[in-house]
Every structure is written in structure tokens, then in C-alpha cells.
């Protein structure tokens, strides 16, 4: 007999569980939506000339591919398979399962170009999968909620994302939020001021680890590849500016000015504002976003964060980027996105250029779940039980219960004559809060008995006052 | 350049859609929900070895085998290949993609039995995936919706299907179907009137053809199988009893009577009810569930008919067995289900029966097009544009815009100051119901203009009382 079991990193989901994960979705729809996305679902499978090579070597490795059907060795070869998976790999499959929202986005906006009204802003919630060392809070299977615009260079996208991600956030309860935001425009400017160009990647490698191994092990590393001390300094200066989001992007422009940075190009809107950033697109651009929030009536600057040192890891960024972290629990990031341009090139629809954010269910969950913020949910959607005491009273009780579901509580009549015992505790197991006692002498008075489980107490109504009596409540 | 493409058999859901199948899921969760079922998820990825089996020769060919990752091709030996893809496979695929959901839903039970409370009511609604050659109405990867009660015998959960089946067609308006009801019991009894037990399996093969090759087709099998002229003029006699569902069961009773055939047990409940049918079981229940759905105040009578050549084909059904067909639209099944004994015996935990029925979204969705019965949807959940003139009006716009969505009504500002024809045609395009217009001599004025999109008709109104102009309607 086998003794069944899931996959590692897989997992069921029972009633509790995913009454709270319907409740996070929903404020994560009801958010996209109010801001106008429009839902997208894509298959689970997609073709492997679709994924492969859309996520580096380490991605195409992570990818779970699906073994064609049918007699699926039948063109492999004993050469074939004298030369190793990498090379069986094409000939027995060429399908695999979705591996991110964004590659299956850009795949259908390529696909239905010809149709498309743009911009074109999608929301889509829905699994993906990675072939990763399953550890605490990384799973094979999980959920990713991303909305993306494309189509649009306008900043508003930015500062929505924004409006959303605060939305969103408090919608769960979650305050005690930080929003990074960083522009690759300053990243880039940072580099200039190193006299850094061209080596970008080593800089941006040695950042992306400040969290990490600290400023010492940064200044070491880049002593080993050759930039000055002085260099490290004025790097470290700019990285680690401080002061309110106004004030850094001042001091990045003094020190830009300072540094002989040219100005990579103006935006008009920005230069009919009169900002005196205008010159330094990464600055200009976080002080309009910043604008454009205030005039949405945004009141929680303290918890937007301008982090020059705030990279992301992903390369396709090209403008703003985002991470938010829930501050009061040990959690990496639980939603970040950017500006990127060319989504669907590798599709054969070059210059689409979008903005877009992604939500984790699965950390938001646990940030929950640790903070105690989940209302308590039963495990089961039943308000009510009525209880059975034998095949006549039982079914005198279905009117009753007729009457509680056209109301809108979802009810259950216990489906047999069982110990009244057995019925409460399955009542008190499933955290049903009412339970109806209605046996024979009940309804020869015409009334029942209604027991809150929580406080134990009763009291007794008329059959036909029950339903108005609980609707109330 | 490669051109993009999803695989054979799957489908991208673009908003129009998924907002039409939303709108399926929810009547469907909401009356799964009424009545007390929870909700599951069970993991798209289950061992091969819960799912291997399970669904006879035809159903291993079409489970969808996810290949090992890393280098899944080690072990495999030249012998290996040589002798063929079967032998091969549980070298290279341990696990597959979920084919159904009563299988996991088994799985589950026989992992938690020592935490769950029964009787457990669950409902489910996931995609499953099939190898099937994809053709009109079936794909490869498609929804299910499940409900199931483990761990009781009650009717009430039969008849509890029936009024479930009746919500949701209800709820959807679909109003023109058939519940057809039949009984395994039903189905012995007339084998055993015709002396023909122990050949069972013959006659089932020839009665489930019976919509596909006629009476004239199913005579000459069967004659051919050996069975007399008189033995299958009685079994259509049986099989076509005509009259109500009351009449039915009597012309039955009076068959079985006649053909002597020994009653199979009683049911207390129904001995205590005084049924003439008492000793059938098949007949006797049928009664019962008749009974339970009258006292529940069902009055859809004309729309559920106990058709007694009623089969289906899965044999791990034991008791009540239902299908639903849509009558008005050219089209198989829309629902189905019945009861079943020791559904986690293959798991190690005997003796669990049950009762489930499952809806087939794609098919409903089909149904609902094809009566025109969806509500027209838009692109976009996006109530109301505003336009954008230039960046100072864009601006002012954005008060408006926050109140707008902290009113719940979903609302977007054009994202550019581009040439209002273009934003005119976007709104129509996604098909956005409101458009507000809000230049530089509006703002000057405090008003705005309304314009509602099907009509033409515009409206002038001070910017203070949109939002409450627009929740009103």
C-alpha cells in the first residue's frame, strides 16, 4: 500500500488557508482594478522556445519541462543519449510549465498586437513554478500578482504603483511598510561621477551586495579590481546620502554637478516644471513621481524611501524601481517592480516599453500570519448548523434551512441523526459559530434554540423570527 | 525572429473572458458555500505515483509527466532506451500534472485523516490537464469545480446536489435544463429482472451506447451476445417506463415484482417512512431524495427526471447518479456526479464513501455565449476616464481621480496629454462607460463634463458633486 505524499515544495491548501489567501487576493484585485487593470490569464503550459533564454542559464535550469506525450523516445538516439540530458532535453520535450507572469505577458501582448488597444494595463494573478531547492518560505508552486502598463512613458504609472502599493498594503493592515524607490537614470549618474563608465557591471555586482557584506567588504572588493580609495569614498558619499526624499535628490545633484556628470537629457513635462534637477533624468524623474503623488492627495512620504543603493537584480530596468518590506517582521521583499523598456522584443515587437509590480502571496501570507492579522476564519464557510434529532424532525428543519441560505448564511443541516454530542463537536471543530437546536419539542412549540458556540449562551425564538434575527447580526 | 504561440489545446483569457468566467466561478463558489462546503487547493504537481492507475490504461496515457530536473537523463542506460518509452519513464518523470480533482482530493483525505473532522465537505474549483487530441469544446488544459462530502450516507447530500445543480443554472440563467437522476441500485435490479446477473458489464457497454447507435443497435448486441429476444424486450420495457418521477418508480416496482427479483435490503429511514419501494434500495432512495427536496421546497419537479438508463460510465459509482444537460444549446453534459464507496482505499484508508458532483466551466461559459446570456463586458473594469489636456489640467484631474476610486468606482486619468480623438477611441476601444472631460477653461469654471459614452449625451457638473452624481446611478 503506497502512503501517499506531494511533491517537495508543494502544498495543499486546506479551508482556513485559503480563505485567507482568497482575502489577499481580493484586496489585490479590488486594488488593480480600481486603478483600471484589466485581468490576463495565460495557460500553464507554454512552449519551451518561449521560456528558454528569457531567464539566463541559471532560469533555464529552474524550468520545469513537460515530457511530450505519447511514445516521447521515440526520435532519441543511443548518440542522443550518449550526449546528456542538455542535448535530449529538445527531443523529448517542448513544453513546460509558466516559470513568471511577465514572459507570458509579453508573449500575448506580441501575439495579439493587431487587436490590442494600447496602453495596455493587465493585472494577472496566477502560479508559477521553479525547479528550486525547496526552503522556508521558497516553494516550487507559488503565486505571483503583477500589474504592468505598457505602452505609456507617462510617470502617473509610476506614481500609481506607488498609490497602489500603499492601497494594498494598508488594505491588509499592513503599516508598518517602507517603499524603496531608486532610478536607474542615478545609478547610472552614480557611475559617471566614478568616472566608472563601462565598468558598471563591477560597481553594480559590489552593490547589489552592501546589504550583505557591508561597506567594508564593498570597498575591499573593489580595491581587488582596481578603483581608487578615493573613488570608493565618493561612491560610498553618494550611495549613503541622507535626509528627507527632497534632500537626497538635492545632494545627488550637487554631487553630480560637482563630480562633472553631463546631464543625460531633459523630459519636457519636467523642464516646464521648472525643477531644478532637470538635467539629470533619474532626478528629474524621482521629483516628478514625488509630484504627482502629492497632487493624489498621497499623505505617507515617510514611508516612500529614495535608496540610491537600491539595484534589483533584474537587468531589463531601465527607469524607476521599486521594493517594499514590511518593517515589524523578518521578511525579504514582498512586492517590487520598475520601468523597463523593450519587453517584447525577443517576440518580434521591438519599443514596447511599460512599467509594472508584482506582489508575493505567499510572504504577504506569512508577514500576516506572524502579525496576527488574519481575522480568524473557521474551516468552513458555514454560519450556522442545525442540528439533527431524527428523520422527522430533521426534516422539518428544511424549510429552515432553505430559508437561512436565500438569506445569505450559509447553513448546514447535520446530515444524520448522530449523538448530539458528536454534532456539537463537529460544530466546535469546524468553528461553526451558531449551532440550531431544533428537536421535537421545538417544533411542537414552534420555536428552536439558538446557541452562540463562543459564550455558550442560548435563547429561544420563534421558527419564523430566526432568519431576521440572524440577518441582523 | 521566432514567432510566439501557446501549445495545442490551451488558451489565453484575455479581460472580456476572464471577467465572463469570474462571473461563473462566483455563482458556483457562492452556492458551494451556502450549502456548507470549504474550500481545498491541492498542488498542480502530484507524485506519479498517487496519480499512475487511477484513471485506467487510457487516463496514464494522458496524464501530462513533468520531466525530472537537473540532469534527468543519468540513469538512463542504453538497455533502458532500447526497450522503449514505457520502461523509460520512471527513469526521467516522477511526477505529472493534476488530471482531475477527485483523485488529489482522495490523496488529501487519506493524508489528514487524523485531523480532519467528518463529515468534510469540500469543494474545489482548479485546472486539471489532459493529453487529449484537442477539438471543439475540449482542451488540454481546462477547469473543474467539485463538491464532495466524505464520511456519511445521508440523502440529504444527494438531494442537497440536486438543489446545488438548480441554484447555480439558476443563478446563471440558464433555466432550460435537466437534472437527469438514476440509481445504481436501479440499474442491478433490472439486471437481475432479466437473469442476467454475473453478465452485468454486458449489458451496462450495450446501454450506454444507447444514445449513440438506438434501440435497433443496442437488440442486435446484445442478440448477438447471446441474450434471448424476450430478456431484452423486457429490459427496454424496464429501461423505458415513461410518466412522472412518481410513476416511475412504481412501474418499476411493479417489474422488478413481476421478474421476481429479491430486494436488496432496506434503509431504516425508508422503513420508517412506510414505502411501498421500501425493499429496493435504488427505488427506495430515489423516494427518499424525491421526499428531502419536497420538504426543502424544491419546485423545479418538471426539470429533474429519474431517467433509468442513466449510466455513467466511471464504476466506482455505488448509489445516486446525476447529469445535467443544458436543453436549449447543442451540447454534452454541463454537470455530473454521484456516490461512490471507498474513494481512499488505493491510499490506505478503506471504507470512506461519499457523494460529489462537478460543474464544467468551459462548457458553461460555451452555454452562456451561445444563449447571449453574459452581460456585456468591457476590456477594462475601468467605469470612467478622465481625459487629459496637458500636464498643468492632468494634474488638477488627480484629486478627482483618488476620490473617484476611494468611492469604488474604478477609474483611470489618461495617461498622456495626447490628441482627445486618441482618448476618445480608447475609451471606446476597452469599452469605458464615462468619460470625464476636465480641460484648462473646466477647472477654471470648477466643473467638469460628463459624457456617457453609448448615448453621446454630455452633462455639465461642479467637480464637487461627481462622485456623488456618478455612485447614484
Given amino acids: 500500500m503506497q502512503k501517499p505524499s506531494i511533491p517537495k515544495g508543494t502544498r495543499d491548501f486546506g479551508p482556513a488557508q485559503v480563505a485567507r489567501r482568497q482575502h489577499i487576493f481580493n484586496v ?42 505519447g511514445d516521447f523516445a521515440k526520435d532519441v538516439t543511443a548518440e542522443d543519449l550518449a550526449s546528456g540530458s542538455k542535448a535530449l532535453l529538445p527531443k523529448v520535450a517542448e513544453k513546460g510549465l509558466r516559470y513568471d507572469l511577465t514572459v507570458p505577458f509579453a508573449r500575448y501582448v506580441a501575439m495579439n498586437r493587431g487587436t490590442l488597444t494600447f496602453p495596455f494595463k493587465r493585472y494577472q ?24 502598463v505598457v505602452g505609456t512613458d507617462s510617470l502617473l504609472c509610476e506614481a500609481e504603483i506607488v498609490l497602489m502599493m500603499a492601497q494594498v498594503l494598508g ?49 575591499k572588493e573593489l580595491l581587488e579590481r582596481g578603483f581608487s580609495e578615493l573613488t570608493i569614498d565618493t561612491l560610498f558619499a553618494l550611495l549613503t546620502v541622507e535626509g528627507s526624499y527632497e534632500e537626497k535628490l538635492q545632494r545627488l545633484l550637487a554631487g553630480f554637478v560637482t563630480a562633472g556628470v553631463e546631464p543625460d537629457g531633459t523630459r519636457p513635462s519636467a523642464a ?92 504577504l501570507y506569512d508577514c500576516l500570519e506572524a502579525l496576527d492579522l488574519f481575522t480568524v476564519t473557521g474551516e468552513t464557510p458555514t454560519r450556522c448548523l442545525i442540528t439533527h434529532f431524527d428523520v422527522a424532525s430533521g426534516r422539518a428543519a428544511l424549510p429552515l434551512l432553505a430559508e437561512l441560505r436565500a438569506a445569505g448564511i450559509p447553513a448546514e443541516l447535520y446530515p444524520d441523526a448522530s449523538k448530539l454530542q458528536k454534532q456539537f463537536k463537529y460544530a466546535d471543530a469546524k468553528g461553526i459559530p451558531l449551532v440550531i437546536i431544533m428537536g421535537p419539542e421545538e417544533i411542537a412549540a414552534g420555536v428552536v434554540k439558538v446557541k452562540i458556540m463562543q459564550t455558550g449562551t442560548e435563547r429561544v425564538l420563534p421558527i419564523g423570527e430566526v432568519v431576521t434575527a440572524l440577518t441582523a447580526e
Fill in 272 to 363: 516646464e516644471d521648472g525643477q531644478d534637477t532637470a538635467n539629470y533624468r533619474g532626478l528629474t524623474e524621482l521629483a516628478e513621481v514625488r509630484d504627482l503623488l502629492t497632487a493624489s492627495g498621497f499623505k505617507q512620504f515617510d514611508r516612500l524611501e529614495f535608496d540610491p543603493t537600491l539595484a534589483r537584480g533584474l537587468s531589463y530596468y531601465t527607469g524607476c524601481i521599486f521594493e517594499v518590506k514590511i518593517n515589524n517582521v523578518q521578511m525579504g521583499s514582498v512586492s517590487g517592480g520598475g520601468r523597463y523598456d523593450n519587453l517584447t522584443g525577443s517576440f518580434g515587437l521591438p519599443g514596447v516599453s511599460g512599467v509594472g509590480f508584482s506582489f508575493g502571496v505567499d510572504r
Fill in 28 to 69: 489585490i484585485r479590488r486594488t488593480f482594478e480600481s486603478f483600471g487593470f484589466a485581468p490576463l490569464e495565460t495557460p500553464t503550459l507554454e512552449n519551451l522556445s518561449v521560456l528558454t533564454g528569457k531567464y539566463g542559464d541559471e532560469g533555464d535550469q529552474l524550468l520545469f519541462k513537460v515530457l511530450n506525450s
Fill in 125 to 148: 494573478m496566477q502560479p508559477v513554478w521553479r525547479a528550486d531547492r525547496p526552503q522556508r518560505g521558497r516553494y516550487r508552486e507559488f503565486y505571483q500578482c503583477d500589474a504592468d
Fill in 171 to 219: 488594505g491588509l493592515g499592513l503599516h508598518d511598510f517602507t517603499i524603496k524607490i531608486n532610478h536607474r537614470g542615478v545609478l547610472r549618474n552614480i557611475y559617471q561621477a566614478l568616472g566608472g563608465e563601462g565598468r558598471e557591471t563591477d560597481l553594480f555586482v559590489a552593490i547589489d551586495k552592501l546589504d550583505k557584506i557591508g561597506r567594508e567588504g564593498v570597498t
